[in-house]
């Protein structure tokens, strides 16, 4: 392919409605904004033509967009089924051929990309005799520009430097991975303590008792088959719970729902898809999933409606171990529910005043929720710090915070760790006897290479990571939520849900040990972790300041939708309501140094405090 002669050319991204994968997309965007091309993301009637090319409406309404935005490179994205990928794909591009979009025919498009699941680029490089440009999602940054036919003299010098903490831990990880050492890894007996897998066990317990024993963490793994059968799908997930439970590697199943039993749950789903996941709709399947689960303790994603009804459903009959609300997201917003944002608040509010009175836990789930719309690591601590406050506020005993590393996956580590620091600083300080924090940390969802060998020692890799993020604590973090290295490919199943467990255990014992031993450079003192994590900490701190003096009563659902709505916290790559956010999608965010930040016209970052104060119109 040739080389793009010029950086005035433009790239258009498009997918279909149906494909809600869009973490990619925001972070290719963003990569070409830094080399100085203008990039265009197809919103919602976008894509929704895309998912029905075929009607002649549709296809005329993406060519006038095409026109319209000059795009010159257009690349689609389908990371659902392989051969409906080929099908999609191949359907696109000869509408395109038949309107005479491309470049040969007299048109404005002069190449075409598509983005896919391993099997689906395999595809279509053999279809189309390797003249599309495919990817995966396993590319360096560099190899994505190159692959796009980004000139060097267009790249910036600083996004062809490494890390050399994150090219550290790689080698440590590779090494570790090759040993096969990590194959003896023995799961941890936690089970000394009275109310043990009990119905009246819970996550409080299970991490005193691990802290009194100085185990490793608790692991967490989000588990659910799909099968296209339901009663076939339960089947599957309660004999895949009843292996996990038997093995004793995983401390706490996190149920993997599918869309409908988020949306549904209760009702006739007749024909409507099913979104992936495991069919769950009625509290019989609850129990007989709680049941399966012995020993472990159980969570579940709330409800996307109905969200206080379902929360005391989770109660009785999973017992549950934690809820976990998104409070801005899991809605019209994103396309995961029917409530707008407002309502969406005041449902999660008042599940709150619910999961208050039982005493559980409180999962903020929200701050990778804003990176995946292209937000800024300001907006990705403050937004999980409001959360925290509100939580105190209205009578949380316990907070879970997760925090998503490598996300976008291009984030360097310690820009990664900075986030996580700054944001522990903040909720460690508002701790007190009535309200505790676990650390719950997590590899970013898109982060893992299809070649196995390679997301084995990314899993270890991003283990070391979570071991820096509070390195004076030698009990932290309290819960790995432990992301199977074969995402990137497959569904996890119990063999690779338990080897993930067995590399993550093995890979922190490791770090820790190399470490005590002067092998392996400790991070605690890192000037540069240590100044992006100050700066961070000031500035979200100011900023929540600046919130309190102006927004009234900003600890409430009116208080947090006027935070968002305001345009404290951006968002510029969100896909669907963007008229009702249009002061929150009108910045424009890049990677800097490996972060994360809100910059101007010129491409120079704005102080987060500053940009804050001149909404309010203060000094």
């Known amino acids: 392919m040739n080389k793009l002669v010029d950086n005035y050319e433009v790239f258009g991204f498009i997918r279909p409605y149906v494909d809600a994968h869009t973490l990619g997309v925001s972070v290719v965007a963003n990569l070409l904004r830094e080399c100085g091309y203008k990039v265009i993301i197809g919103d919602v009637g976008i894509s ?56 040969d025919q007299g048109g404005i498009i002069k190449q075409v990309y598509f983005a896919g699941l391993p099997e689906a680029c395999n595809l279509i490089a053999l279809e189309y005799k390797n003249s599309i440009p495919v990817f995966v999602g396993d590319e360096t940054p560099m190899k994505t520009l190159k692959l796009l036919g980004i000139p060097d003299s267009l790249i910036p010098s600083i996004l062809q430097l490494g890390s050399a903490y994150d090219e550290e831990r790689l080698r440590f990880s590779t090494e570790l991975i090759q040993s096969g050492k990590y194959q003896d890894q023995q799961p941890y007996d936690r089970s000394g303590y009275v109310n043990y897998g009990k119905k009246n066990d819970t996550l409080v317990d299970r991490i005193r008792y691990n802290r009194q024993k100085q185990y490793p963490p608790l692991t967490r793994v989000h588990v659910g088959p799909y099968q296209p059968d339901y009663e076939n799908a339960k089947k599957e997930f309660k004999s895949w719970l009843k292996q996990l439970a038997q093995t004793k590697f995983l401390d706490i199943v996190s149920i993997g729902s599918s869309q409908l039993s988020q949306s549904d749950f209760g009702k006739e789903w007749g024909d409507k898809p099913n979104g992936g996941g495991a069919p769950i709709n009625s509290e019989k399947d609850l129990i007989e999933i709680w049941d399966a689960s012995r020993p472990m303790l159980v969570r579940t994603y709330a409800g996307t409606k109905n969200i206080p009804y379902l929360a005391e459903i989770y109660e009785r009959t999973i017992h549950i171990a934690w809820h976990a609300l998104s409070l801005w997201w899991f809605n019209k917003i994103d396309g995961r529910g029917s409530n707008t944002v407002k309502e969406n608040l005041e449902e999660h509010f008042k599940t709150i005043q619910f999961i208050a009175k039982t005493g559980k836990p409180l999962e903020p789930n929200i701050p990778h929720h804003f990176s995946f719309r292209g937000g800024d690591d300001y907006t990705y601590v403050l937004s999980a710090y409001l959360a925290a406050i509100m939580a105190k506020k209205m009578g949380i005993r316990y907070l879970v915070v997760q925090t998503m590393l490598n996300t976008p996956k291009y984030t360097w580590g310690i820009q990664d760790l900075a986030k996580a620091r700054a944001l522990l600083k903040l909720v460690r300080e508002i701790e007190d006897k009535n309200f505790i924090v676990f650390l719950q940390p ?40 432990v992301v199977s290295y074969c995402e990137a490919v497959k569904l996890a199943s119990p063999k690779y849900i338990n080897e993930s467990i067995q590399i993550t255990i093995n890979a922190l014992n490791e770090y820790k040990r190399l470490k005590s031993k002067g092998l392996i450079n400790d991070m605690k003192n890192n000037e540069d972790i240590n100044s992006r994590t100050a700066d961070i900490y000031r500035q979200v701190k100011s900023v929540v300041s600046i919130i309190e003096q102006n927004i009234p009563l900003p600890y409430t659902p009116e208080g947090f939708y006027t935070i968002f709505k305001k345009g404290i916290m951006p968002v510029p790559y969100l896909w669907s309501c963007r008229d009702e956010f249009k002061e929150a999608v009108k910045w424009n965010t890049s990677l800097i140094n490996g972060g994360m930040q809100v910059v101007d016209e010129l491409g120079q970052p704005i102080p987060f405090t500053k940009r804050v104060k001149e909404l309010f119109n203060c000094r």
């Open 48 to 103: 929704l033509a895309v998912a029905q090319i075929a009607k002649l409406d549709n296809i005329s309404f993406l060519c006038k967009w095409i026109r319209d935005n000059k795009i010159s490179r257009l690349g689609f994205s389908y990371r659902l089924d392989p051969k409906d990928a080929k099908f999609a794909f191949g359907k696109l591009l000869q509408m395109l051929k038949d309107h005479r979009q491309l470049q």
């Open 442 to 481: 997590r590899a970013g969802l898109d982060f893992f290479s299809p070649d196995l060998d390679k997301a084995k020692a990314q899993l270890a890799s991003v283990t070391a990571m979570m071991d820096d993020i509070e390195p004076n604590n030698p009990l932290s973090p309290d819960i790995i939520h």
